[in-house]
């Protein structure tokens, strides 16, 4: 009876649902051995129990099933752990996501038993991650439950029965010091510190700049995250700088678990200098082979860059004459001298034809017909022609532009008649544009002269001028996106100067110089919670003030993209009896904003608040603001914002509701 007394006991500690301890010790001591209660059912008996009677297969399955039987109530998971890294723990701990993903009312004893035990390395390691080599971890089950009245006390109940309270896992973390970087070495070989020593300016300041960027510091924390990315920052920026082979030849971290401190030692190999080679291009049957070439943005024997191919890359697809774009090399250390890069391309067809049908609140409804030839005539030009017929525009226009030249360059010729009748004024404006233009990464650049010839009816009383104009456009933009920016700097400026002729219908004026200047500048950045935009636009027509100056010249504001709240173009210097807005001389609009998601879930839709300024004048001494704000909608879409606006403009005192799509540098 007395070795039946013990058998029972024993069993009774190996499977009733007591605590459960599993204590972490300091790092690198392992984690402490299995407790009795996480003796799994399975394990052989204890000696002194071998002359126990041998129970039978109705009890051993009886047995099996209550050991695996799924825990019917929810079980609590308590991690003590400073904020950040209760959060990491709460995201990969096994017992953690185990949790999330499988839900606690399928686990058993024995899985949750495992998992506890599991919990503190596991916890130690992810601690290590982020700095903390002497953590200090513990696991405990802590589960309150009796047996039902009537049972033996040799048979374990599942945690979570009815008659048990909650079940409570609970996880201690003293995570102790962080550990930092005390000492830092850094060392190149190849090519590049070779150029280095020899006095190659390039390579000396790669070099700097390696270790200037280089995160890891000595005094600043050494966390795994910041580890790798510090030794793939320095990869990258070899290998996109003339050295593609680069490698590393050894990295060390070695850590010192009593005084937290980590000396780091780092090898790069960068492999052979590369210079850019031939151009091997694929796919081009319609188009020459300047037609690629005149786009790159370097030549045979500059040095290799990643950024070079990344912008070649990006001048090709903009060219609007393939439907794919590859631009690559293969980094062999022996083409290093002149690497050939490879494009390969898919052309676009050769004709286009697109029609539409959209509407505006400053032009109303329209319908256009585009056509695009991509190789007019034969030649190395492409024809863009498009007809617009809208309520308040008409207009027929042909775009010629010739395909890259050397440097990047573009000719452009064109020609085109429209109508645009707003707000009582009527213009009918010819107009024909000789050029050439270039664009870069960031730069764009227009250089034309232009003849125009605009004739106007301004309540009945016509007039209207002649100018012949040499101008320049300019337009700079940093951006984080060019479609949806939220920070950033835009600008642009136009200047031109010209004469006028043959002016006619305008008492007491005449023909002669003018110059004509605008400008204008957007500042996107985020504020707190919420996106600001900026804007400030400014223009002025220099002249005598009887000097004739064509209408589409002068300056009149109002109008989506200017100051909301006012219909478009109808604010101006008042004319005639209805005080209908003509052109100034002077303009000058502003606009602030800011915007915000409205719903977490849709993170795309935005609510906007806004306040806008601006006139046109006859001069600057007769200039006065005109007032508009109100509130809007943004959507976000894959194309650009599409934004409603519903302002107030406080000279007319009435509320305008306005649409805009897109983004206008």
Not at 50 to 72: N, V
Not at 82 to 100: C, G, H, K, N, V
Not at 209 to 236: C, H, I, M, Y
Not at 490 to 504: D, H, N
């Amino acid at each position: 009876m007395a070795r039946i007394a013990g058998l029972a006991a024993v069993l009774l500690i190996a499977l009733a649902p007591l605590p459960v301890m599993a204590q972490a010790t300091p790092s690198p001591a392992p984690p402490s051995s299995v407790t009795p209660a996480e003796l799994p059912a399975s394990a052989p008996l204890p000696a002194d129990a071998s002359s126990a009677p041998r129970l039978s297969e109705e009890e051993r399955a009886r047995r099996r099933a209550a050991r695996d039987a799924p825990m019917r109530a929810q079980w609590q998971l308590i991690i003590n752990a400073p904020d950040p890294l209760r959060e990491m723990l709460t995201r990969y701990l096994d017992i953690a996501r185990f949790r999330s993903e499988m839900g606690t009312d399928t686990t058993t004893l024995r899985e949750l038993t495992r998992l506890v035990g599991a919990a503190p390395a596991q916890a130690r390691s992810l601690l290590e991650t982020e700095g903390y080599f002497g953590a200090q971890v513990s696991a405990q089950l802590v589960a309150t439950g009796a047996p039902r009245t009537g049972e033996a006390a040799d048979v374990a109940e599942p945690v979570g029965n009815e008659s048990a309270t909650l079940p409570v896992v609970r996880i201690d973390v003293v995570p102790g010091p962080i550990a930092t970087v005390q000492r830092l070495t850094i060392e190149v070989q190849g090519d590049l510190q070779a150029r280095a020593a020899g006095g190659d300016e390039a390579a000396r300041a790669l070099v700097e700049r390696l270790n200037s960027e280089w995160p890891l510091k000595a005094g600043r924390p050494f966390r795994q995250t910041d580890w790798t990315a510090a030794k793939n920052g320095v990869l990258t920026l070899l290998r996109a700088d003339a050295y593609p082979l680069a490698n590393w030849v050894g990295t060390g971290a070695q850590v010192d678990p009593q005084t937290h401190e980590v000396r780091i030692f780092v090898v790069a190999d960068s492999g052979p200098h590369f210079t850019f080679g031939p151009l091997r291009i694929e796919g081009l049957s319609r188009y020459g082979d300047s037609a690629v070439s005149h786009l790159a943005p370097f030549n045979a024997g500059d040095a290799y860059s990643e950024k070079a191919m990344l912008d070649f890359q990006e001048r090709l697809a903009k060219a609007n004459l393939f439907d794919s774009v590859s631009v690559s090399i293969e980094p062999d250390a022996q083409n290093a001298a002149a690497v050939p890069v490879l494009v390969r391309l898919r052309e676009l067809p050769a004709q286009q034809a697109t029609a539409g049908i959209g509407v505006s609140t400053d032009t109303g409804p329209r319908i256009t017909l585009e056509h695009l030839h991509r190789r007019v005539f034969g030649w190395d030009w492409q024809a863009k022609t498009k007809i617009e017929f809208g309520r308040i525009r008409r207009l027929l226009q042909t775009d010629f532009t010739s395909h890259a030249q050397p440097g990047g360059y573009r000719n452009l010729f064109s020609a085109g008649v429209s109508k645009e009748v707003a707000n009582e004024v009527t213009i009918d404006l010819r107009k024909l544009r000789l050029g050439r233009t270039r664009d870069t990464e960031h730069i764009e650049r227009l250089y034309y002269i232009e003849w125009q010839e605009a004739k106007t009816s301004i309540g009945g009383v016509p007039s209207g001028a002649d100018a012949l104009t040499g101008n320049y456009e300019w337009a700079w933009r940093s951006l984080d996106s060019n479609l949806l920016p939220t920070r950033g700097v835009t600008a642009s400026a136009k200047v031109g100067a010209g004469r006028s002729f043959l002016v006619s219908g305008a008492s007491g004026e005449v023909a002669g110089p003018f110059t004509r200047a605008t400008g204008r500048l957007t500042l996107y950045q985020p504020i707190g919670q919420w996106y600001g935009q900026a804007r400030i636009e400014g223009g002025q027509v220099f002249a005598r003030d009887n000097v004739a100056v064509p209408y589409t010249l002068l300056f009149r504001a109002g109008g989506d993209n200017s100051v909301r709240g006012y219909a478009y173009q109808s604010l101006g210097p008042p004319q005639g009896p209805s005080g209908v807005a003509v052109g100034g001389r002077v303009m000058a609009t502003g606009s602030v904003e800011l915007a915000r998601p409205v719903f977490a879930r849709f993170p795309a839709w935005w609510g906007a608040v806004f306040v806008d300024a601006g006139n046109a004048a006859p001069s600057w001494t007769s200039f006065a603001l005109a007032l508009g704000y109100g509130v809007g909608v943004r959507w976000r879409s894959p194309v650009g914002p599409l934004s409603v606006d519903l302002a107030y403009g406080q000279d007319v005192r009435r509320l305008r509701l306005h649409f805009n799509v897109g983004v206008v540098f």
